[in-house]
């Protein structure tokens, strides 16, 4: 087999489990830490931390530390050409489906709950509250 085809292969193979597919989606809504995924998914940490690691090594996502949590976000424009095509193709798919939209209600829920933060505006930045003079 030569390196595009296997370059190929694993690409499809990070994006052609059910679980990394939501992970995608979740990502297509809002930066995510491992801690929120896990629980808006129902599943333990390392089995995502595992999908997480796949989808970064085949160059979906990318992990950026903010302080003393780790985000993930959906790789931008150096991302490999293959990459932004299947991306173009899983940002389109299952926008209708109820799972998805309970999920990304979760996560928006989750954020608040979980790690303290606000709703990250599309630009995938994550924000932290600011602390008033009356915050404990």
């Not at 491992?34 to 808006?40: A, H, K």
């Not at 991306?87 to 979760?106: A, C, F, P, S, Y």
Request: glycine residues 4%.
């Amino acid at each position: 087999m030569n390196k595009l085809m296997k370059k190929t292969s694993r690409y499809l193979k990070a994006i052609a489990d059910p679980t990394r597919l939501k992970i995608l989606k979740l990502l297509q809504h809002r930066t995510s830490c491992v801690c929120e995924l896990t629980s808006v998914l129902g599943l333990a940490q390392p089995t995502v931390s595992r999908h997480l690691r796949v989808l970064e090594d085949a160059g979906f996502v990318e992990s950026e530390r903010r302080g003393l949590r780790m985000d993930y976000v959906l790789t931008e424009d150096d991302a490999p050409p293959m990459v932004r095509q299947l991306m173009g193709l899983v940002e389109e798919w299952h926008e209708d489906d109820q799972e998805i939209k309970t999920l990304r209600d979760r996560l928006d829920v989750t954020v608040a709950e979980i790690c303290g933060s606000i709703p990250v505006k599309e630009d995938h930045v994550s924000a932290q509250p600011e602390r008033s003079e009356y915050s404990s």
